[in-house]
């Protein structure tokens, strides 16, 4: 993309892979359990400005960040909500590939703590020292995982058949953005822009008060992302979930199977709905299908008929927020 | 295929979907490392006559299976030669997708003993029992890990950075065949038939002795395919595999690089068709090549120089012994 800005009479142009306010998120795996129907298992690639985090890695993820042009140097964070193999099978041998690869930079891993120990053992019988720090951070209970200049990450626990986590990750409120023209208008001192961008008011010598909102807009309002990973029905996801600008929750089944769903520890379709519909976010993204059903037709149509602004997590595609 | 047999002026026919007397070799992944250029870590799927043997599993296998139609049933055993991932990180995967599919029968799993482990760890914190037996039976440091009606497989050490091992599986030597026209006008009693297929003379009641090669042919020879996985040149492996109707010898360079496959433990294209000649083996499929080479044509080309008789290994080709 490319953008056009006039800054104080010079123009300037910057070309930008992504759009600056812009998070997306791009599927690479959305079957439940077993590969079926050309159906990989669960990954997603959240992308930030200058990096990307990866959200769960199933069996083949490296394969999938190939196909779809996922540069590996990019990431810098992965998360994995849960120890079912469909979720993390594919993460030893990206790890091991990334060494293969010559990275140096830091990687940081939020996962269950049980899985440090069963790659810390892959790496020693194969007798591997990976070239780059691998920081490995266990979830805790939940709470605040990261803190970085323009986002944060929280994870709280979902109920699944094992310990199971969900993510929210949020970028930061960002400082107001100042009118330049107006500014330099009201000669307002360069010493105080950032108090503007505060969104404080500013007193001439003279005692004039030049309300912030004269020299000032807003920035867009900072978006998210709720990752719910696979659980059962629980409407108090919605609280931790609300106002997200795009949610994903798992529709493993149709709604006709509720039962093998809650059995499972899974949701159906119009569970999925109603905890978008009671959260109030903005758009609805579902995965997880199980490899009974080829066609994903029909998880469209009883979402949408819960809550309309529903899409399909499709392999390939980036959901941009 | 079929095949008309005119038995004693009967005619039979068999429609076979292997030849009984042949064993084939498919290759679902033939990449060193790391995935690349649609090139997948190594895997060999072993076709006998009524089962099949998985000769290791990289990442993707069980993806490879579904590809190119290779029933998951049908494997009996799995065989991993060591513990570099691109030789085994498939294989929890398929382990735990063959319990979801609803495995009952027994599985074999020979390979080094870390192995266990691993496993097992990934199975508890999934909180997952397979449905079926898997036996995990750790390869010794050589000699016979499979004596079965028809096959027998035997392991031995190879050079590599850790260890590891090559394979032989080889036919049994089966009985004589009975003509059995001249049987019948001999008047041998179907109580012997037993001794005339291992070869011995039958001596009629009035002691005249008809003697074996009269009513008896011999079988095909057995066949055998050896396996070497990951090696430095090592001449002593000739022995290892000698006479063999199919070796597989890994090339993971071409033959200016033979200083880089030393230090690495691996081998070169003419290093491998020398092992081959020197092993007098019918054939040689040569694999496990580099990420570094997009082309495989000048493998086959130098190969072909010491060795004519070679063939690449080459992903969804099944080669016959």
């Known amino acids: 993309m490319t953008t056009t800005l006039s800054l104080a009479g010079k123009t300037a142009i910057f070309i930008l892979k992504n759009p600056v306010d812009m ?14 129907y050309n159906r ?23 394969l999938q ?25 594919g993460l030893i041998g990206l790890l091991t590939s990334m060494g293969l690869l010559g990275r ?55 109920q699944h058949r094992i310990p199971c986590w969900g993510f929210v990750f949020a970028q930061k409120k960002k ?17 105080f822009y950032d108090n503007l961008q505060k969104g404080e008011d500013y007193t001439t010598k003279t005692g004039t008060v030049i309300r912030n909102t004269e020299v000032t807009i807003p920035s867009p309002p900072p978006k998210s992302y709720a990752y719910c990973a696979d659980t059962i029905f629980d409407t108090s996801l919605a609280e931790r979930v609300k106002n997200a600008n795009l949610l994903y929750h798992e529709t493993t089944y149709l709604k006709d199977l509720e039962e093998r769903a ?10 999925a709905g109603a905890i978008a519909q009671q959260a109030r976010v903005k758009r609805l993204l579902i995965g997880h299908f199980s490899s009974k059903y080829e066609s994903l037709d029909a998880f469209l149509e009883e979402t949408r008929e819960v809550f309309p602004d529903t899409d399909l997590a499709l392999e390939g595609v980036s959901y941009m927020l």
Chains 1, 2 share one sequence.
Do not use: W
């Open 23 to 36: 998070l997306g998120i791009t599927i690479l795996g959305n079957n439940s359990a077993i590969p079926a």
């Open 104 to 158: 140096t930079q830091d990687l940081y891993l939020h996962a269950p703590a049980a899985l440090e120990g069963i790659i810390n053992t892959q790496l020693q019988v194969a007798d591997t020292r990976l070239p780059y720090p691998l920081h490995f951070l266990p979830l805790p209970a939940e709470g605040q995982v990261v803190d970085d200049k323009r986002i944060t990450v929280h994870c709280f626990p979902v």
């Open 65 to 89: 960040m190939t196909k779809y042009k996922i540069r590996r140097s990019k990431i810098t964070r992965i998360f994995i909500s849960h120890l079912h193999g469909d979720h993390y099978f």
């Open 175 to 191: 400082p107001r953005k100042l009118v330049i023209e107006n500014v330099r208008a009201a000669e307002i001192p360069a010493a």
């Open 262 to 271: 809650a059995a499972r520890f899974h949701s159906t379709t119009i569970q």
């Open 40 to 62: 990989n298992p669960t990954a997603q690639v959240l992308s930030l400005q200058e990096e990307s985090y990866l959200i769960d890695c199933g069996e083949g993820t490296q």
